[in-house]
């Protein structure tokens, strides 16, 4: 009797902890949703991109709400550090597994390994006081779009070599041997045959290494000057909208607060929708 | 028979240059060139400008000047408390979770597939998100405002899905030989869980607990609102302290001439992830491979 | 394997060609060892491997059969802390010098696994690719190697109407048949196949044997098998391998005929009639 208890007591205690850890992204959407609605119904939703501008202490009334600037610097910085890392991170993933000798390989994959633990502030503080000088030289002022994207770039590059050094990992021997015996040289059977096989995983990579970028707060707000602009040259500052959750959260009043919440819910809904696409990649794995 | 459409069988002795092939070659060793010059340049830069400074006051000192002078003592005070505060936390819920996912649902169900997405998403959640989280529910609708609790709670729902990950991973390399066995000898679930399956999975529940960790000291944006920024030394978890990460931050962006303590700091974060990251190999190297041995 | 399935007759349209008589040797292999980390897998092997014949290799397993075919397109490159000794000729060159063209003497040298490893690509792209990156650009050239080589090996009715779909949706005796055709079709000189039919049941295996069978005459083929009616049905030469002395080494070689009903060796004349099966 007692055993069967005790059984029962386990089971329920695991279901009860899964349950609770499960459900912490739910009351997040819910907090984030809550408190967005002052924001959604007052302000609506339509002039959060109408609005002559973002001057939102004015109340809201007064005040103005746009995002478009900020949600075009997330753009921008996103697309350009994704554009420039998965050339890169796949590049990094071929050295490791197929151009470099042996030892090398193992050691490079440490170095990318240990490039992914850096910090972001430690990117940004390194971004502010070296590369920012170095912009400044070429096109002031320095704090610039161009800054983030490369500050970006390397934070983001870790995720997609690592990943996608996994998934080549996995691309079956036989292939690689079929290969050779066909008489493939190393860029036919990588070009031809490897990247195919690896394919989702590459796609998976790309995407969460997206997701990193788009929610990356510290390191972009440290480098890109943020002022609120849609930029039309890689010189220009801009503000992301996570920087701008971070710069304003301090002191944001009512609608003000209630509108960074519904950025926040924004860039919730795109790291699920990735998310899901990563699954969904994932899931469909075999080439048709 | 040759064939004119296929180019034509070449002498073995005589080497062809594949110019594509070259070209790529070039390309990749480029590539890594690259990206191992920016990690050179990162801590080669981070070394240069933290170690004049760095010395043992620096770590037992309080700050002064609003950080310009002085060391990081309480700095390193509430990050401890903080990352004490997010593991008590996550600990027993990712052990919990984990043996869940790993033991209990292996025909699917409903509750784990929910479960497991639910974490999916958690992990691809930014950390500005957590930090309005976080401010949202633990500081202003639980009432414990800019506090170590506050931060320390938002950084465990943050590892979370860190740790379950890895300590699930661990479980499931527990061959099935074993359980087979405990269950030929007619132990209970709950002896065969804490006797047998539970040791031999902890090399991957400490795998995930490093890295969380890892994860938890280099994070900033989650705690701005959180945990907050004063820097004196916090007397309790309900006291507002700041980590070194946010340290950082502060004294490069918001105290003009702070950027040589900033690096500083920077380069004591980055030392302790350091060995952290070692540990982390050092234990998955040595534990993995006893078990695959013992196998 | 008994006795009976050992003596079934060879099949009648199956006649040893010309080019076979003359016995002109296509590949000469002369003192061949290989060793994996220090330990030697195969010693001293020599044996003459003659023109537009098929040559069966035979053994228990891990005498080196394999291993010896590795050698002929230099597969064993791809193990690590393999070592390889010896001369391999192919039309007077010794592909073991470390000056050969890989690429060349695998173009030249085809070779077929036991477990068929069809590309994940689309089952013309698993043709195209190999033409492709031998130089043949051009679309209309490439349907017709497609379909040429298709019916060659059998599989057009089969997979006409599905060209673009996965080469890893056909069955097992399909997958090896494509497998073949991509190694036909870069027309090699010589085929190497490890154990192609082990791997399938019997009526795919059949098929593949027949198919092999029609090779002969225009290539060169080596057949590494442990079913010595197969060998016995297919092979012009038999080369049979033994473990002596703890390495792998070939303890006879001849016509098929002289192999199995007039073995020289003790070894061979128990391993023929099933005693050490």
Same mark, same amino acid.
């Given at each position: 009797?007692?055993?069967?208890?005790?059984?029962?007591?386990?089971?329920?205690?695991?279901?009860?902890?899964?349950?609770?850890?499960?459900?912490?992204?739910?009351?997040?959407?819910?907090?984030?949703?809550?408190?967005?609605?002052?924001?959604?119904?007052?302000?609506?939703?339509?002039?959060?991109?109408?609005?002559?501008?973002?001057?939102?202490?004015?109340?809201?009334?007064?005040?103005?709400?746009?995002?478009?600037?900020?949600?075009?610097?997330?753009?921008?910085?996103?697309?350009? =550090? @994704? &554009? !420039? +890392? %998965?050339?890169?991170? #796949? *590049?990094?993933?071929?050295?490791?597994?197929?151009?470099?000798?042996?030892?090398?390989?193992?050691?490079?994959?440490?170095?990318?390994?240990?490039?992914?633990?850096?910090?972001?502030?430690?990117?940004?503080?390194?971004?502010?006081?070296?590369?920012?000088?170095?912009?400044?030289?070429?096109?002031?002022?320095?704090?610039?779009?161009?800054?983030?994207?490369?500050?970006?770039?390397?934070?983001?590059?870790?995720?997609?070599?690592?990943?996608?050094?996994?998934?080549?990992?996995?691309?079956?021997?036989?292939?690689?041997?079929?290969?050779?015996?066909?008489?493939?040289?190393?860029?036919?059977?990588?070009?031809?045959?490897?990247?195919?096989?690896?394919?989702?995983?590459?796609?998976? =990579? @790309? &995407? !969460? +290494? %997206?997701?990193?970028? #788009? *929610?990356?707060?510290?390191?972009?707000?440290?480098?890109?000057?943020?002022?609120?602009?849609?930029?039309?040259?890689?010189?220009?500052?801009?503000?992301?909208?996570?920087?701008?959750?971070?710069?304003?959260?301090?002191?944001?009043?009512?609608?003000?607060?209630?509108?960074?919440?519904?950025?926040?819910?924004?860039?919730?809904?795109?790291?699920?929708?990735?998310?899901?696409?990563?699954?969904?990649?994932?899931?469909?794995?075999?080439?048709? | 028979?040759?064939?004119?459409?296929?180019?034509?069988?070449?002498?073995?002795?005589?080497?062809?240059?594949?110019?594509?092939?070259?070209?790529?070659?070039?390309?990749?060793?480029?590539?890594?060139?690259?990206?191992?010059?920016?990690?050179?340049?990162?801590?080669?830069?981070?070394?240069?400008?933290?170690?004049?400074?760095?010395?043992?006051?620096?770590?037992?000192?309080?700050?002064?000047?609003?950080?310009?002078?002085?060391?990081?003592?309480?700095?390193?005070?509430?990050?401890?408390?903080?990352?004490?505060?997010?593991?008590?936390?996550?600990?027993?819920?990712?052990?919990?979770?984990?043996?869940?996912?790993?033991?209990?649902?292996?025909?699917?169900?409903?509750?784990?597939?929910?479960?497991?997405?639910?974490?999916?998403?958690?992990?691809?959640?930014?950390?500005?998100?957590?930090?309005?989280?976080?401010?949202?529910?633990?500081?202003?609708?639980?009432?414990?405002?800019?506090?170590?609790?506050?931060?320390?709670?938002?950084?465990?729902?943050?590892?979370?899905?860190?740790?379950?990950?890895?300590?699930?991973?661990?479980?499931?390399?527990?061959?099935?030989?074993?359980?087979?066995?405990?269950?030929?000898?007619?132990?209970?679930?709950?002896?065969?869980?804490?006797?047998?399956?539970?040791?031999?999975?902890?090399?991957?529940?400490?795998?995930?607990?490093?890295?969380?960790?890892?994860?938890?000291?280099?994070?900033?944006?989650?705690?701005?609102?959180?945990?907050?920024?004063?820097?004196?030394?916090?007397?309790?978890?309900?006291?507002?302290?700041?980590?070194?990460?946010?340290?950082?931050?502060?004294?490069?962006?918001?105290?003009?001439?702070?950027?040589?303590?900033?690096?500083?700091?920077?380069?004591?974060?980055?030392?302790?992830?350091?060995?952290?990251?070692?540990?982390?190999?050092?234990?998955?190297?040595?534990?993995?491979?006893?078990?695959?041995?013992?196998? | 394997?008994?006795?009976?399935?050992?003596?079934?007759?060879?099949?009648?349209?199956?006649?040893?060609?010309?080019?076979?008589?003359?016995?002109?040797?296509?590949?000469?292999?002369?003192?061949?060892?290989?060793?994996?980390?220090?330990?030697?897998?195969?010693?001293?092997?020599?044996?003459?491997?003659?023109?537009?014949?098929?040559?069966?290799?035979?053994?228990?397993?891990?005498?080196?059969?394999?291993?010896?075919?590795?050698?002929?397109?230099?597969?064993?490159?791809?193990?690590?802390?393999?070592?390889?000794?010896?001369?391999?000729?192919?039309?007077?060159?010794?592909?073991?010098?470390?000056?050969?063209?890989?690429?060349?003497?695998?173009?030249?040298?085809?070779?077929?696994?036991?477990?068929?490893?069809?590309?994940?690509?689309?089952?013309?792209?698993?043709?195209?690719?190999?033409?492709?990156?031998?130089?043949?650009?051009?679309?209309?050239?490439?349907?017709?190697?497609?379909?040429?080589?298709?019916?060659?090996?059998?599989?057009?009715?089969?997979?006409?109407?599905?060209?673009?779909?996965?080469?890893?949706?056909?069955?097992?005796?399909?997958?090896?048949?494509?497998?073949?055709?991509?190694?036909?079709?870069?027309?090699?000189?010589?085929?190497?196949?490890?154990?192609?039919?082990?791997?399938?049941?019997?009526?795919?295996?059949?098929?593949?044997?027949?198919?092999?069978?029609?090779?002969?005459?225009?290539?060169?083929?080596?057949?590494?098998?442990?079913?010595?009616?197969?060998?016995?049905?297919?092979?012009?030469?038999?080369?049979?391998?033994?473990?002596?002395?703890?390495?792998?080494?070939?303890?006879?070689?001849?016509?098929?005929?002289?192999?199995?009903?007039?073995?020289?060796?003790?070894?061979?004349?128990?391993?023929?009639?099933?005693?050490?099966?």
């Amino acid at each position: 009797m007692s055993r069967q208890w005790s059984e029962h007591l386990l089971l329920w205690t695991l279901r009860g902890l899964a349950m609770v850890a499960g459900c912490i992204i739910l009351l997040i959407g819910a907090f984030l949703a809550v408190e967005s609605v002052p924001a959604l119904r007052e302000v609506g939703l339509g002039r959060f991109f109408s609005d002559t501008s973002w001057h939102p202490s004015g109340g809201v009334e007064a005040g103005s709400f746009n995002f478009a600037p900020m949600a075009a610097g997330t753009l921008a910085v996103t697309s350009g =550090a @994704v &554009l !420039l +890392a %998965t050339p890169l991170g #796949i *590049g990094s993933a071929l050295f490791c597994h197929f151009y470099a000798p042996r030892g090398l390989g193992v050691a490079f994959r440490r170095l990318v390994e240990l490039l992914a633990g850096i910090p972001s502030v430690v990117y940004g503080i390194w971004g502010l006081v070296v590369l920012i000088p170095l912009i400044r030289q070429w096109q002031p002022p320095g704090q610039s779009l161009l800054a983030g994207i490369l500050v970006l770039t390397i934070m983001i590059l870790p995720t997609v070599a690592l990943l996608t050094e996994s998934s080549l990992r996995a691309v079956p021997r036989s292939y690689l041997q079929g290969a050779a015996a066909l008489g493939l040289s190393r860029w036919a059977t990588v070009w031809g045959v490897v990247l195919p096989a690896a394919r989702s995983g590459i796609v998976t =990579a @790309v &995407l !969460l +290494a %997206t997701g990193r970028a #788009i *929610g990356e707060t510290m390191a972009v707000l440290m480098v890109m000057g943020n002022i609120v602009q849609v930029p039309t040259s890689v010189f220009d500052p801009v503000r992301a909208l996570t920087a701008n959750i971070a710069l304003e959260m301090g002191y944001a009043m009512d609608a003000h607060r209630s509108a960074l919440f519904v950025s926040g819910l924004m860039l919730l809904a795109m790291v699920v929708v990735l998310v899901a696409m990563s699954v969904w990649a994932s899931e469909r794995s075999r080439y048709a | 028979m040759p064939d004119p459409s296929v180019s034509p069988l070449p002498s073995l002795s005589e080497h062809r240059v594949d110019w594509p092939d070259r070209a790529v070659a070039s390309l990749v060793w480029l590539v890594a060139l690259l990206v191992t010059g920016s990690l050179l340049w990162i801590v080669g830069d981070l070394a240069r400008h933290g170690a004049p400074e760095l010395s043992w006051s620096f770590l037992t000192d309080s700050p002064r000047d609003a950080g310009r002078a002085g060391g990081i003592l309480p700095v390193v005070v509430s990050t401890l408390m903080i990352l004490g505060i997010c593991l008590a936390v996550s600990l027993p819920m990712d052990v919990g979770t984990a043996i869940f996912l790993a033991e209990f649902t292996r025909t699917g169900g409903l509750l784990a597939h929910f479960v497991r997405r639910s974490l999916d998403v958690l992990a691809g959640v930014p950390s500005i998100v957590f930090g309005l989280f976080g401010n949202a529910f633990f500081s202003i609708y639980l009432g414990m405002g800019f506090s170590i609790l506050s931060g320390g709670l938002t950084l465990a729902c943050m590892v979370l899905p860190i740790l379950i990950r890895s300590t699930e991973e661990g479980f499931r390399s527990v061959p099935d030989e074993y359980r087979k066995a405990a269950a030929a000898l007619g132990l209970s679930q709950p002896a065969t869980l804490w006797q047998i399956l539970l040791p031999v999975a902890t090399p991957g529940l400490v795998v995930g607990l490093i890295l969380g960790v890892g994860r938890a000291l280099a994070e900033t944006a989650a705690l701005l609102f959180t945990s907050g920024y004063v820097a004196r030394m916090p007397s309790s978890v309900l006291d507002s302290g700041r980590t070194l990460s946010i340290h950082i931050y502060d004294l490069a962006m918001n105290v003009p001439g702070g950027e040589s303590n900033a690096y500083t700091t920077a380069l004591v974060l980055i030392t302790l992830l350091l060995m952290i990251n070692v540990l982390t190999f050092w234990i998955a190297d040595r534990w993995l491979h006893r078990g695959i041995t013992h196998r | 394997m008994n006795d009976k399935s050992v003596s079934i007759d060879r099949r009648p349209w199956t006649k040893r060609p010309a080019c076979c008589e003359s016995r002109d040797p296509c590949i000469e292999v002369r003192d061949l060892s290989v060793s994996y980390g220090g330990k030697l897998a195969l010693r001293d092997v020599t044996l003459a491997i003659p023109l537009g014949c098929i040559t069966a290799v035979v053994g228990p397993s891990g005498c080196g059969k394999s291993t010896f075919v590795g050698t002929l397109n230099r597969m064993t490159d791809l193990v690590d802390g393999c070592r390889v000794e010896g001369r391999v000729e192919l039309g007077g060159h010794d592909i073991l010098n470390g000056r050969t063209d890989l690429i060349g003497l695998r173009r030249r040298v085809g070779m077929i696994f036991q477990n068929p490893n069809p590309f994940p690509l689309s089952i013309r792209r698993s043709l195209t690719l190999p033409l492709r990156r031998h130089g043949v650009r051009n679309r209309r050239i490439l349907d017709g190697k497609v379909e040429g080589i298709l019916r060659r090996v059998g599989l057009w009715d089969e997979v006409k109407d599905r060209l673009d779909h996965p080469a890893l949706d056909l069955s097992g005796g399909q997958q090896q048949r494509l497998c073949l055709a991509r190694a036909l079709v870069l027309e090699p000189q010589v085929l190497l196949l490890d154990e192609p039919c082990s791997a399938l049941d019997p009526i795919a295996g059949g098929v593949v044997e027949d198919l092999i069978l029609s090779l002969r005459g225009r290539y060169t083929v080596v057949i590494v098998t442990h079913n010595l009616a197969q060998a016995r049905r297919v092979a012009d030469d038999v080369a049979v391998f033994w473990v002596r002395a703890g390495a792998g080494a070939m303890i006879e070689h001849g016509p098929v005929e002289s192999v199995f009903d007039a073995p020289r060796s003790e070894w061979t004349a128990a391993y023929v009639q099933g005693v050490h099966g």
